[in-house]
């Protein structure tokens, strides 16, 4: 008897255990599948991404899975000019040939200082053709310094005004001189600057050739890129 009842105690704590493995084996079944459900939908999320814009002076961030500027819009940010003052005067010589109809200036060299932005010397050419104690005067001109230039030409607005109708006399110009190009931080630059100057005719007889000083004052502001 005392036999019977120990297989059978042996007999019902094995069904116990077994059934209780059967029944955490179920319960671990049930929520692995619930996990790695939530895990693969998490990873299937797309990330927005931000992209920055510009037209002109306007900024836009656009936010999205697969950004893209509007129609006018770029990414490349674009440059901003920058104003500079400028205002150099300028001293040296000119090689003068002149006649009874017509003023050359074959050459003209100087150099200079002030708030000319490193621009340290000045050459060029010009001419007129004289008809009365005022005329037009044209001439075009190169400031450099640094490794950088400036190239300028005289308005047609420009003058050269004599004190005295006949030679020996002294000339005094004035004008505007636009900038046409530039090297160096001056590649691209646009401006205008007001153009005050002044040299003396020594020689008395026409078709003399002469060698002159003189001096300039440029003022004005140049926009750089």
């Not at 104690?133 to 003058?159: M, Q, V, W, Y």
């Not at 004190?163 to 505007?176: C, K, Y």
């Not at 020594?202 to 440029?218: Q, R, V, Y």
Request: contains cysteine; aromatic residues 4%; charged residues 10%.
């Amino acid at each position: 008897m005392k036999s019977l009842k120990y297989s059978g105690m042996v007999g019902a704590l094995a069904l116990v255990t077994a059934l209780g493995m059967s029944v955490t084996s179920g319960a671990g079944a049930t929520t692995a599948p619930h996990h790695t459900s939530s895990h693969s939908l998490g990873a299937h999320v797309a990330k927005k991404k931000s992209l920055v814009c510009y037209r002109a002076t306007a900024v836009k961030h656009v936010v999205a899975v697969h950004p893209k500027c509007p129609a006018g819009w770029s990414t490349k940010r674009p440059v901003t000019a920058k104003t500079v003052v400028f205002s150099g005067t300028y001293a040296g010589s000119m090689a003068l040939l002149w006649s009874a109809s017509d003023v050359k200036v074959t050459t003209l060299t100087g150099t200079g200082g002030g708030a000319n932005q490193g621009l340290t010397s000045v050459i060029g050419t010009g001419g007129s053709s004289p008809s009365a104690t005022c005329d037009p005067i044209n001439g075009t001109g190169t400031l450099s310094g640094g490794g950088n230039s400036l190239h300028l030409a005289l308005a047609t607005t420009s003058k050269a005004c004599a004190t005295d109708s006949a030679a020996p006399t002294s000339v005094s110009v004035t004008g505007t001189a636009t900038v046409t190009s530039g090297t160096g931080k001056f590649a691209g630059a646009k401006g205008t600057l007001k153009v005050q100057g002044s040299f003396s005719i020594k020689a008395t007889a026409a078709g003399s050739s002469e060698n002159d000083s003189f001096t300039t004052t440029l003022r004005g502001t140049i926009t750089l890129k």
